[in-house]
C-alpha cells in the first residue's frame, strides 16, 4: 500500500523528472512559490482572452448613415457588440500618422450615430467589421471607405458578389472597387498601400 507522505504527493512523473526538477512542497507555498503560481495562472488567463479575442478590421467611412445603410441594407451584416479588448483604448493606439491626406476628411461631419464608437458588424463567425468615420468623399461625391487590410477588402468584395450588387474592380493591388447602393450612389472601397 503506498502512503502519501509530501514528499510524494508533489513528486513528478518519471517522464517529467527528467525535464523539471522536483518541487519540494515549502517552497511551493512560500511567498514567491504563491506570487510565481498566481503569475503563471495570470498569464494563462491573458493567453485565454487574448486568443478568443475577435479579429477586428477597421473601415474608416466618409457617412457613416450611408454605411450604416450599406451595411446592414444591402451586405445584410448583422450588428456585433463591441469586443472587450476596444473597451480599453486598444484601436486608439492605432494611428493613422503614415496615412495619406488624400483619405482623411478635413471635417468631420457629424451625423446621428455615435461617432464615438462607430458601427460594430459580425463578419465571419471570430471577424468584426468597425466602421468608423474619417475619410473624404472621394471624386465626383463619392462615398469612400479606406480600409488597412486587403483580406477585410476581399471579403466585403465577396459579399458584394453573393448579393448580385454591381461593382467595378479599378485595381487590383492595392485593391480598389466601385458599388452602387440602393440610390445609386457610388461607394468607392479602396485598400491603403503600405
Same mark, same amino acid.
Given at each position: ?21 522536483? +518541487?519540494? +512542497? ?6 514567491? *512559490?504563491?506570487? $510565481? ?5 495570470? @498569464?494563462?488567463?491573458?493567453? !485565454? ?6 479579429? /477586428?478590421?477597421? /473601415? !474608416? ?10 451595411? =446592414? ?23 493613422? @500618422?503614415?496615412?495619406?491626406? !488624400?483619405? !482623411?476628411? /478635413?471635417?468631420? /461631419?457629424?451625423? *446621428?450615430?455615435?461617432?464615438?464608437? @462607430?458601427?460594430?458588424?459580425?463578419? &465571419? &463567425? ?11 468623399? *472621394? ?14 477588402? =476581399? =471579403?466585403? %468584395?465577396?459579399? $458584394?458578389?453573393?448579393?448580385? %450588387? ?13 458599388? &452602387?447602393? +440602393?440610390?445609386?450612389?457610388? +461607394?468607392?472601397?479602396? =485598400?491603403?498601400?503600405?
Amino acid at each position: 500500500m503506498l502512503e502519501l507522505t509530501t514528499s510524494n504527493l508533489f513528486s513528478l512523473p518519471p517522464f517529467l523528472g527528467a525535464f523539471l526538477p522536483p +518541487i519540494p +512542497i515549502d517552497s511551493l507555498f512560500s511567498t514567491q *512559490g504563491i506570487m $510565481v503560481m498566481l503569475l503563471v495562472a495570470y @498569464g494563462g488567463a491573458m493567453w !485565454m482572452f487574448l486568443s478568443s479575442a475577435p479579429k /477586428v478590421y477597421t /473601415v !474608416m467611412v466618409s457617412d457613416l448613415q450611408v454605411a450604416q445603410q450599406f451595411y =446592414e441594407g444591402l451586405l445584410d451584416l448583422p450588428a456585433a457588440d463591441v469586443p472587450l479588448h476596444y473597451y480599453y483604448n486598444y484601436e486608439q493606439g492605432m494611428g493613422a @500618422g503614415g496615412l495619406d491626406p !488624400m483619405y !482623411m476628411s /478635413v471635417n468631420p /461631419v457629424a451625423t *446621428g450615430v455615435n461617432t464615438a464608437d @462607430g458601427l460594430w458588424y459580425q463578419l &465571419k &463567425k471570430n471577424t468584426q467589421l468597425h466602421i468608423i468615420s474619417g475619410a473624404n468623399d *472621394g471624386n465626383g461625391n463619392r462615398q469612400r471607405h479606406v480600409c488597412f487590410d486587403r483580406d477585410c477588402l =476581399e =471579403e466585403l %468584395l465577396l459579399r $458584394v458578389q453573393s448579393r448580385r %450588387l454591381k461593382y467595378k474592380i479599378r485595381r487590383d493591388r492595392p485593391l480598389n472597387f466601385l458599388v &452602387k447602393d +440602393i440610390e445609386q450612389r457610388t +461607394i468607392e472601397m479602396a =485598400e491603403v498601400a503600405n
